[in-house]
Structures are given as structure tokens and as C-alpha cells.
Antibody, heavy 121, light 111 residues
Framework: EVQLLESGGGLVQRGGSLRLSCAAS????????MSWVRQAPGKGLQWVSA????????YYADSVKGRFTISRDNSKNTLYLQMRSLRAEDTAVYYC??????????????WGQGTMVTVSS | QSVLTQPPSASGTPGQRVTISCSGS????????VNWYQQLPGTAPKLLIY???QRPSGVPDRFSGSKSGTSASLAISGLQSEDEADYYC????????????FGGGTQLTVL
């Protein structure tokens, strides 16, 4: 079964750090770009970051650039999002999502169930 | 404020045809494929339409997508109660070294 399973969310203080993980199974992880998308409580979807299949290329939303780092370990079939200098506005459910191609796009055919990140002030 | 503009709400009665619009610019919709997602309450989004007008396997043909210039539309025909959900358009944006953008979402109510 094709599956993405996020973990690592939780409650963190403003200015703190957190690392999210996304374990993939059921497909050739190393062949596809991966992304993180978040959704603040009661709000819409916001694209956060993407990484190419080979991890050579990364992209970030302006709102997280310089604070978040996306990475992947193709030997472990795992995607990561290192989050630093967290702000209240980073509070959201964070989804990892699988792209169609090796290069990042925004067509995601597989989504995880999401992990909640709450930044307290 | 989202880069892609959608109406915040839409509604229709069972059996009716409903369309949801998505307006962007030359750097996103005008030069890249548009995708549509459906999000039922409390669940992760689901890909509904990709590459402007393609349906993934399993998506009913009641759902269709179209694009013209810097605007796109999602049409749902034969509206059913289970179609009540939030719908989001999305596209890659070539500005600022490239990034993804979503519309603000449209909440569809089946009356």
C-alpha cells in the first residue's frame, strides 16, 4: 500500500525548533519529488517547501525561507522538515505529499495524514 | 491573501452543475499546469484534477477542469451530497526562483 506517515509534531515555544519526518512506503521514494504543505486551523492550504528526487534542488515559501530546511534520505525512504525560529503563525497541520515527477511541481497524488505543530507564545 | 483567487463559497442543489473559478497570473496559471484538490472535513486533501483537465484513476467523470490564459475552472456536474467539501486550485509559480501556490479555497455546500 502506498503510504506517507508524518511524525514529529507537537507543542513548542516561540523561537524553538522542531523536526518533522515523513516515512514513505509502497513506492520508489527516490524517484519522486516531495513537498510539505501546511494548513493553519480553519484556514486554507499553504505550500511550504519542495525537494527534488535526488535532493539536488530545494524550494521554499518566502514565509519560511531561512528558517526551515527540507531534506530527504533516500536510503531510509524518509523526508524531513527542520523548523527553526518558530513563530505563532507557523502553527498548522503539516502534510507531506508525493509529486508526480522527479522535479518539484504541485501535483500531489499521495498525501500523509498530517502532523500538528503548535507554537505557543 | 492567496496568489490564486477563488470564490470563498459556492453552492448548488443535487443534480445541478457547479463551477468554481481560479484566477492567477502569467507566472503561474499562464505558464504552468493547474491542479485541483478536494478536502473533506477532517481529512487530507485529495487530487481531483491534474495537468489542467486530467482525472486521476478513481475520480468520477462528473469532475472536469479547464484553463484559458491565466484562469482555470473546476466543474462538477450531477452534484451529489458527498461533494460537499473544500476545493483548492494550485499551480507552480515561476517567479522568485519557483514556488508552489494554492488558491484560498472554495467551500462547496450542497443544498
Amino acid at each position: 500500500e502506498v503510504q506517507l506517515l508524518e511524525s514529529g509534531g507537537g507543542l513548542v515555544q516561540r523561537g524553538g525548533s522542531l523536526r518533522l519526518s515523513c516515512a514513505a512506503s509502497g513506492f520508489t521514494f527516490s524517484s519522486y519529488a516531495m513537498s510539505w504543505v501546511r494548513q493553519a486551523p480553519g484556514k486554507g492550504l499553504q505550500w511550504v517547501s519542495a525537494i527534488s528526487a535526488s535532493a539536488v534542488t530545494t524550494y521554499y515559501a518566502d514565509s519560511v525561507k531561512g528558517r526551515f530546511t527540507i531534506s530527504r534520505d533516500n536510503s531510509k525512504n524518509t523526508l524531513y522538515l527542520q523548523m527553526r525560529s518558530l513563530r505563532a503563525e507557523d502553527t498548522a497541520v503539516y502534510y507531506c505529499a508525493k509529486g508526480f515527477f522527479r522535479v518539484p511541481t504541485i501535483d500531489f497524488d499521495i498525501w500523509g495524514q498530517g502532523t500538528m505543530v503548535t507554537v505557543s507564545s | 491573501q492567496s496568489v490564486l483567487t477563488q470564490p470563498p463559497s459556492a453552492s448548488g442543489t443535487p443534480g445541478q452543475r457547479v463551477t468554481i473559478s481560479c484566477s492567477g497570473s502569467s507566472s503561474n496559471i499562464g505558464s504552468n499546469a493547474v491542479n485541483w484538490y478536494q478536502q473533506l472535513p477532517g481529512t487530507a486533501p485529495k487530487l481531483l484534477i491534474y495537468s489542467d483537465n486530467q482525472r486521476p484513476s478513481g475520480v468520477p467523470d462528473r469532475f472536469s477542469g479547464s484553463k484559458s490564459g491565466t484562469s482555470a475552472s473546476l466543474a462538477i456536474s450531477g452534484l451529489q451530497s458527498e461533494d460537499e467539501a473544500d476545493y483548492y486550485c494550485a499551480a507552480w509559480d515561476d517567479s522568485l526562483n519557483g514556488h508552489g501556490v494554492f488558491g484560498g479555497g472554495t467551500q462547496l455546500t450542497v443544498l
